[in-house]
């Protein structure tokens, strides 16, 4: 199971961290990443970040998130700094294995201008 905290309302500029926490070993997890979904929109990826700590992000978070983990604490974080807007919705984190995806729930993440 996968469990996401972090979320909160923040005006814009701020800074929140996400945090995605593994009943289990994170390190069975091939590749680890953040989603989110704002309202009347589908889910889109935002970052993910391999078993050999290789990141990748979608263009609009570039030079402003970092995903990153702590194998030892089975969590994987999403630092989210300058904050926009239109960064508000739903953040899921999602591990992926043996060909099938773990999805935590949702946090709730909004940024007020």
């Known amino acids: 199971q996968l469990q996401a905290s972090g979320g909160g309302l923040v005006q814009a500029g701020g800074s929140l961290r996400l945090s995605c926490a593994a009943s289990r070993s994170i390190f069975s997890f091939n590749v680890m990443g953040w989603y989110r979904q704002a309202p009347g929109k589908q889910r889109e990826l935002v970052a993910t970040i391999t078993n050999g700590g290789s990141t990748s992000y979608v263009d609009s978070v570039k030079g402003r998130f970092t995903i990153s983990r702590d194998n030892a604490k089975n969590t994987v974080y999403l630092q989210m700094n300058s904050l926009k807007p239109e960064d508000t919705g739903v953040y899921y984190c999602?591990?992926?294995?043996?060909?099938?995806?773990?999805w935590g729930q949702g946090t709730l993440v909004t940024v007020s201008s």
């Open positions: 999602k591990g992926h294995k043996l060909g099938f995806d773990y």
